[in-house]
C-alpha cells in the first residue's frame, strides 16, 4: 500500500470509468499507480497517451532497449513498482534475466551492444542533477539511433522520470510483476 490510500469506492471522474474497468477486467486488479494518477484526471489521460506515444512498434527503439532504460531509470529512482514492472516487460521482450542483473554494471557487462551501452549512459546522464552530456555521447547515439532517436530517447527518460519519481514520491510498491509472470526477482538495485 502507498503513503496515499484510494478507497474502492473512489469515484473517479466519469470519463476515465470504462476505461479503468476494462484495465481492471485485462489486469485482475488496478496496479496502485494507475489507481493514483486516475485521482487526477487529466493528468492520467496526458501521462497514458504520452505512454502510448512512446511505447509505439514504429519507435526508432526496440521493445527491449525500451524496457531496459525504463527499467535502470526505476533503479536509479528507487521505484520499486517500476523496477518490477519494466523489468517483467523487458523479459517478456527478449531481455535474458543475465542482462537484467547486469544493468546496474552495463558499462563493463558484454551482455550489453554499444548502441545499448550509448543509451543507458545517456538516459542515466540526465536523470540525475546537473545534466551534462558530452559531445561524443551524442555522436554515439546519432551513429545507432539518428536524431528521431535522441529525441525519443530523452522523452522516454522524461516519462519514465515523472513515473517513478511520482510513485516512488507516493511510496509505491512493487505488486510482483516479474515473480507472478516469470518466476523471478526483479534486479532492485
Known amino acids: ?11 473517479y471522474a ?3 470509468r470504462p476505461v479503468l474497468a476494462l484495465m481492471r477486467r485485462r489486469l485482475r486488479v488496478l496496479p496502485e ?5 486516475a485521482r487526477l484526471p487529466l493528468a492520467f489521460v496526458g501521462f497514458q497517451l504520452m505512454n502510448l506515444a512512446l511505447e509505439r ?3 526508432p527503439l526496440s521493445g527491449a532497449l525500451r524496457a531496459l532504460i525504463r527499467t535502470r531509470i526505476a533503479q536509479l529512482n528507487s521505484c520499486h513498482f517500476c523496477i518490477d514492472l519494466n523489468a517483467s516487460h523487458a523479459l517478456d521482450r527478449g531481455v535474458s534475466p543475465e542482462q537484467l542483473h547486469d544493468l546496474i554494471g552495463f558499462r563493463d557487462s558484454p551482455r550489453f551492444s554499444e548502441a545499448e551501452r550509448a543509451a543507458l549512459a545517456y538516459v542515466e546522464a540526465i536523470t540525475g542533477t546537473g545534466i551534462e ?6 555522436d554515439r ?3 545507432a539511433f539518428g536524431d ?13 522520470n515523472l513515473s517513478a519519481k511520482f510513485n516512488a514520491a507516493l511510496g509505491v510498491p512493487a505488486q ?4 507472478t509472470a516469470h518466476g523471478i526477482a526483479a534486479p532492485d538495485r
Open 176 to 179: 510482483g510483476f516479474c515473480m
Open 33 to 37: 499507480p494507475v489507481r493514483l494518477w
Open 14 to 16: 466519469w470519463y476515465l
Open 1 to 11: 500500500m502507498s503513503f496515499v490510500d484510494t478507497p474502492e469506492n473512489y469515484r
Open 141 to 143: 547515439l546519432r551513429q
Open 148 to 160: 528521431d532517436g535522441i529525441v525519443e530517447l530523452a522523452a522516454l527518460a522524461a516519462h519514465q
Open 133 to 138: 552530456i558530452d559531445q561524443d555521447l551524442i
Open 57 to 59: 512498434k514504429s519507435s
